[in-house]
T-cell receptor, first 114, second 114 residues
């Protein structure tokens, strides 16, 4: 069965500092990988996705992620964090053989210090 | 704004009761997904519909059911509610429900069972 692990439950960074959120997946084939962000009281917004091709993908709000097959990782990065980036971030993989649903990691809550 | 709407935003009810959550997908989207986000289980896929037909089922309890109507809106029915059903319920949609196709999430319905 496919699974997604986000090892860091909470991360605190200073505004202007760089950010890396970790994501490891377990999947039996070439994965489709996603990063979503959830702001307080909001739904999930897609930041970026990887299907194939270039392993470094660019997303919205200045985020990027790198797919590393050898490490089964899809880490999210941002060179300079803004206070408005404080939110919860979810890595997801999909689909499995049974359909097109997403399997989510447990999420990483990002706090930004002024 | 993803274009996916969910009503109501909040719902408070008692154990043993039944509630209906409603989702309107983005214009032109044929596929609807339901997810549950709870503190102990995280974000879990419940069920997917495509053009009125059930396409995939996840960890959906027998007390829960869903349907998609001819106008493509979907309803999630939760019955014999228990305290543990308290959660945020998300609906997502996409055009074809194809493998890896981006899912667009609504703002969610927060259910509190007392």
């Amino acid at each position: 069965a496919q699974s997604v692990t986000q090892p860091d439950i909470h991360i605190t960074v200073s505004e202007g500092a760089s950010l890396e959120l970790r994501c490891n997946y377990s999947y039996g084939a070439t994965p489709y990988l996603f990063w979503y962000v959830q702001s307080p009281g909001q739904g999930l917004q897609l930041l970026l996705k990887y299907f194939s091709g270039d392993t470094l993908v660019q997303g919205i709000k200045g985020f990027e992620a790198e797919f590393k097959r050898s490490q089964s990782s899809f880490n999210l990065r941002k060179p300079s964090v803004h206070w408005s980036d404080a939110a919860e971030y979810f890595c997801a993989v999909g689909p499995n053989n049974a359909g097109n649903m997403l399997t989510f990691g447990g999420g990483t809550r990002l706090m930004v210090k002024p | 704004d993803s274009g996916v709407t969910q009503t109501p935003k909040h719902l408070i009810t008692a154990t043993g009761q039944r509630v209906t959550l409603r989702c309107s997908p983005r214009s032109g989207d044929l596929s609807v997904y339901w997810y549950q986000q709870s503190l102990d289980q995280g974000l879990q896929f419940l069920i997917q519909y495509y053009n009125g037909e059930e396409r995939a089922k996840g960890n959906i309890l027998e007390r829960f059911s869903a349907q998609q109507f001819p106008d493509l809106h979907s309803e999630l029915n939760l019955s014999s509610l228990e305290l543990g059903d308290s959660a945020l319920y998300f609906c997502a949609s996409n055009r074809e429900g194809a493998r890896g196709e981006t899912q667009y999430f609504g703002p969610g319905t927060r259910l509190l069972v007392l």
